[in-house]
């Protein structure tokens, strides 16, 4: 995501009436089938950033850089799910959800030299123990972004090396927790680790170099490509996947040079990430884009990196309105009165079923689909021990609406995870920025549902009765 995108309040076309997020009967999200759940990830949520043997991430680096997160603030605490992990699962099952994704912190489960961390694997075996007993299907992410520092300090995903230690990651996670697991996937949205983490600085390591974002991206994929084999072999049952997240672009004007600029910024966005695993190629407009910025690639790659999904996971935020830059390039000029959230990102569910159909037609491969990730933030407040976060029930209202309407266009979607289960670490926005669909005070750490939580409970136990 661009997770820099200019902070605006305004709603405009909000419709605080359409407050029941319950789709219409013909919806189908109906279908007992489409699975319904909620996603954290590791670094945003556990804390305990030092306990049982859990080295050090780059995001505790990073987070340590004066200016680099709002407000200074740092996962070392988070929403201290390390300790109340039982509380938040009975608090995920209280309402109702049907599935969670969540996040192994590699930190935590491996030292050095590779060998196996007792304690942080007990504490995901118990987790995903429990949640198995509770009957919910498990989605988890190897790699949500928190390297483990001593790997960056040898070059991250710039050093080619990285790829058979993530194999080898890979390969502990899925031998300890195979049976916990319905769906494993590789890595979370690397367009951002690569894009924000090598090419613009905004994200941890906070390196800033077009051609390092091109490589660290080639070695993201790579390192996908080669884990998808072994978490095969190890858990044949479970499903394996990855998880990219796509964005919208719009031009600003009819005009030629400006439509080239929208289909510049799909490509940059979606195609980086999407042709290589689903085509078994970059898309060559990439480097008329960003000339001179191809990776180095060695024989068999591509071929390593399109290796069979059984599923593609789907994040998807808002829309970027852009135009040419009279070069080869293109830049963004942000929209006027569309509604925003906290994010300052753009209200636009269009953008998602149009994308789904899209892609549906480009890749004729195009493993079933899972949204892992929806929602937005909003400045939610509790006031009389209610939050009454009226801009997010229209948007997931809406948003379940446009996933309606690409299953409807033929697009084989599975399920839809909100982004987040609570409020937690924001990245690069810290605190500030509230996802969830609980409310955490940071103060105290108390869990509170919000109206729109409440209202996912009421569907999910009205969508459990039906026969
Ligand atoms: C996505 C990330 C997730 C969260 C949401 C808002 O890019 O995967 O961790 O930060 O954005």
Redesign the pocket.
Known sequence: ?A?DAAFSSSHSSFDPSSEALTPPGDSSLWRKDFLLGA?T?AY?IEGAATEDGRLASIWDTFSAIPGKVLAGDTGAVACDHYHRWESDLDLLTSLNFEAYRLSIAWPRVMDEAGRPNRKGLDFYKRLLGTLKDKGLQTFVTLY??DLPQHLEDRGGWLNRDIVYRFADYADLMSRELAGHVDAWATL??PW?SAFLGYGNGHHAPGLADGRFATQAMHHLLLAHGMAVPVLRANDPASKKGI?A?IGRGSANSSSAADGRAAHLFEVQHNAWVLDPLLKGEYPQDLWHLWPGTEPLVLEGDPKTIAAPLDFLGI?Y?FRTNVESDGGHGMVEVPLEGVERTQ?GWEVYPDGLRDLLIGFNRTYPNLPPIYIT?N?M?SDDQVIDGQVNDLQRIAFLKRHFAAVDAAIKEGVDIRGYFV??LMD?F??AFGYE?R?GVVHVDYDTQRRTPKRSAQLIAKFLSERAAKA
Request: aromatic share 20%; charged share 15%.
């Open positions: 995501m997770h996603a990830a945003q949500h972004w979370n949205e951002c998880v997240n994040n935020y994010m990730e929602g933030a982004w987040s937690n924001e990245w920025r996802f």
